[in-house]
Each structure stands twice: as structure tokens, then as C-alpha cells.
């Protein structure tokens, strides 16, 4: 229950964003999929506040936003609504959603952070219908960011349990976040969306770190098939996999 009082407490809400903005945004693989799967049902497991829907909703028969926090969905259904577009609360390592039933599923950056990240890539893999695409986004095994989240991340996560502690990131670490991407990545964010980035870059309680050859042994496990795969310059890296039939 950790997990959803965090996501609950700390929704990262990116509808302060233009719409224009997230669609460009967009990691080109999931971009060219939702493209390419017009009129098809979508499930976008951990939608969080409704980020990739936007986008999604434009060619979806029908979109499915899942999330383990309500608050989460709150801002989702706020940020956008359509009548293609639904909201269920429910869990990426449980899900309660009948086998093969879409035919393509988002998982963007989320079954790193559930604490079992092959069972969370298996359930959304048995939604899926056979000949169905997955977007899988996890972070990269093999880079910076595992060494910074269990260093200077555990020491964040460690005094944010403290009011004192989370006093000091909130009006110290959060705000010198905002500056330093305005000086060096020079991007308009408001102040929440940065301090969105910073708590799901340090404070998020659970992260799992997955190297290609490790999604390429859940696919062999599964019945499943890289279909496409994108390094990116960031921490995750991208893969389109088919559920084979």
C-alpha cells in the first residue's frame, strides 16, 4: 500500500502542460503505434494522470485508463474527456481485466515501479489479444541513473519521511530542480511540473532497473516478440513487443 499512498500524496499531474507540448513529447515508437492502431481498443496500464491519453484518444475505438491511484484518475478525468475514453482503478500486478481482450496496451514507465516488474510486464501482456502490440518503457539497467536513485535518492527518500525533511525538499531541492531546467534545458515548466519530475526521479518508493536482454528473456518466457526497440538519449528505454498467436 505504499505505493498508492505515494501516488496518491504525489499525482504527477502533467495537465499543466499544453496539449501540444505532450504530443511532442512523445516517445516516437508509441506515437507511430497508436498511428498505425487506429479504431482499436487501447489499455494504457498506469495512466497516471492521463499524459498519453490525450493522444491516444484521437485514433482509439476506445482508450481504458488503469491506475492504482485515484487521485491519479481524479486529474486524468479532469485533464481530458471524451466519450472514448474510460477510467479503472486497479492494480498493474493483479489486474482484473479478462484475458485477451486488447489490442494494444501502454505501459509506460510503470512496471519498474511496482516491485515484481516481470509479473507487471506478464499482465499486460494477458490482456493483450494474440497479434496485439505492447509499448513497454522501463528503465535502462546500464546507465547513471540506477547509481544516483539508490545513492542521493535513498538519502532524499530517507529525510522526506521527516516534516522537517520534506520541508527542506519542498522549498530547497524542489525549487533549485526548477531552476537548474530553466538555466540548462531551458523548457517552460511551471514549478509543480518540475517538482512532478524530481519526486518520481528520487522519492518514488520502488524502482527496478531492466537491461535488454532482460525484456528479451520475459518475451521468450511469454510467447512474445520485439518487434521494435528505441535506446532513447533518457532512462528508459522503449520496446514495441507483439504477443505472438
Known amino acids: 500500500m505504499s505505493d498508492l499512498t505515494f501516488y496518491d500524496k504525489t499525482p504527477f499531474n502533467y495537465g499543466y502542460s499544453t ?13 507511430n503505434l497508436i498511428e498505425e492502431n487506429s479504431g482499436k481498443i487501447f489499455y494504457d496500464i498506469g495512466c497516471g494522470c492521463g499524459r498519453n ?11 481504458i485508463g488503469v491506475d492504482i491511484s485515484s487521485k491519479s484518475l481524479e486529474f486524468a478525468s479532469q485533464n481530458i474527456s471524451k466519450g472514448n475514453v474510460e477510467f479503472k482503478l486497479d492494480s498493474n500486478l493483479n489486474l482484473s481485466i479478462e484475458s485477451n481482450i486488447a489490442d494494444v496496451v501502454i505501459s509506460d ?8 516488474t516481470f509479473k507487471a510486464f506478464s499482465e499486460c501482456l494477458r490482456i493483450l489479444k494474440p497479434g496485439g502490440f505492447l509499448y513497454l518503457a522501463v528503465y535502462k539497467k546500464y546507465r547513471y541513473y540506477p547509481f544516483i536513485y539508490y545513492t542521493i535518492g ?19 531541492f524542489v525549487p533549485f530542480h526548477y531552476l537548474l531546467y530553466k538555466i540548462f534545458k531551458k523548457q517552460k515548466l511551471l514549478l509543480v511540473e518540475t517538482k512532478n519530475i524530481f519526486y518520481d526521479y528520487f522519492i518514488t518508493p520502488v524502482a527496478t532497473f531492466q537491461s535488454k536482454k532482460n525484456v528479451i528473456s520475459w518475451c521468450r518466457i511469454t510467447n512474445s516478440s520485439i518487434i521494435k526497440y528505441l535506446r532513447t538519449t533518457g532512462n528508459c528505454h522503449t520496446f514495441i513487443i507483439k504477443k505472438n498467436d
Do not use: Q
Open 53 to 63: 491519453l490525450i493522444y491516444t484518444s484521437k485514433y482509439a475505438k476506445k482508450i
Open 19 to 31: 496539449e501540444e507540448d505532450i504530443i511532442s513529447n512523445m516517445n516516437p515508437l508509441l506515437k
Open 154 to 172: 535513498f538519502f532524499l527518500r530517507t529525510i522526506n519521511k521527516y516534516r522537517l525533511g520534506n520541508y527542506v525538499i519542498e522549498n530547497i
Open 109 to 116: 514507465g510503470v512496471c519498474h515501479h511496482t516491485g515484481d
